[in-house]
């Protein structure tokens, strides 16, 4: 069967980002200082530039993309969307399957649509050093080329676990020019402090954010870039629902539907905000589901509170859905998504019920990937299985009551340098995790006593 690719000409790309903020009823709750007290932006300058902390704080609906950001955004983007007729036919489904496919990017992800203008704006400010933490690695790989293009030096506290299991995405990130270390290390207090409790410690996307804050608060030369959570990060992301609501009409088409994996929520956020901006004015209902990994499910799990974004405590603190500063997720092999929060805006508006969250076992993500594969050709990133498996659920669900939905999830990057995490699959040796309910519990109870 013939695959539908929807090409959007690059004089259709879009010239602004779209800021969910301007939208939202309720306006979000402010980050909170170790006081408990509203934190006054400047505080933020010693880890973010100031264009970023504008973004961070502003309310403004569209926010214009820089020129040079959008030239070199032309390199991959518009990306195609896909209409996947060999997936409905292998399913039987009567609904009908798109995918957006952000891994024609250089680096492989989405993650490269944030990393370009931080590392412009941070250039702009005269800032000549970054560091950052990396899950998996898409988001080191996609700083690190952008510290290249820009000439600033990147430094990536990679989570060990994932460095051991991901070696060649490290290799990628080193190839750009990003200096890589295995998280939690011995370079810094929080590493150290970590390390002495236990040696072992596999890390996490919290404890190497930690690292990475605490080196960028204490040099006058550097600032800290994440790949995640904040709400200009979302907003950089938002290129990939606006390009994909202009496909949509090209074919005469839209979604009833939204997929994406969510772990801190920019993949989540980037998909799935513009299509609500179009409810918001008035348009089309459509339900958008944030899927998370059953072993870290921060959403359909955790508690709404203020919490910090790292493990120790050195960022401010949002409102949240949480499991805790402290919580250590299982090494499961999607390391973009063992993070214990989510985004502020992704947490306000599930808490308000404008989104949905649903969270899947790891063995079953990875069955959905090889499906989806073995009919669409393109074999995913860990995380972008996730959306791939409660979408497959859903048009399973479809082809029982003869619905004929329209179902849309955001294919955040391409799994090749995942061939480990596939060979255990495909070996009968990878296994689930559910994260146990008093571990939870525990982490819970150590939240900083401030009041949403």
Sequence with gaps: MQQTKIILPETEMPTHWYNVVADLKNPPAPPMGPDGKPLDPAMMQAIF?????????????????????REIYQQWRPTPLFRAHRLEQALGTPAKIYYKYEGISPAGSHKLNSA??????NKQAGITRLTTETGAGQWGSSLSLAGQMFGIDVRIYMVKISYQQKPF??????????????????????????????PDNPG??????SEAVEEAASRADTRYSLGSVLNHVLLHQTIIGLEAQKQFAMVGDYPDMIFAPCGGGSNFGGVAFPFFA???????????????PSSCPS???????YDFGDSVGFTPMMLQYTLGHDFMPPGIHAGGLRYHGASSLVSQMYHEKLIEAVAVPQVATFAAGVQFARAEGIIPAPESNHAIRACIDEALRCKESGEAKTLFFNLSGHGHFDMVSYDKYLSGNLEDYDYPQAEIDAALERLPKVKA
């Design 116 to 121: 370009i203008p931080q590392a412009y704006y």
């Design 278 to 292: 179009d409810e918001a004015a008035g348009g089309k209902h459509v339900r958008l589901v944030a899927v998370e």
């Design 204 to 209: 996490s996307l919290g404890i190497a954010i």
């Design 169 to 198: 995405r490290r290799s990628m990130m080193e190839t750009w020019g990003g200096e890589v270390l295995a998280s939690p290390t011995n370079l810094t207090k929080t590493g150290r402090k970590i390390l002495a409790a236990n």
């Design 49 to 69: 530039c100031d264009p970023i902390i504008e973004q961070e704080m502003s309310a403004q609906r569209w926010v214009k993309i820089p020129d040079q950001v």
């Design 299 to 305: 959403l359909t799990r955790g508690h709404y509170a």
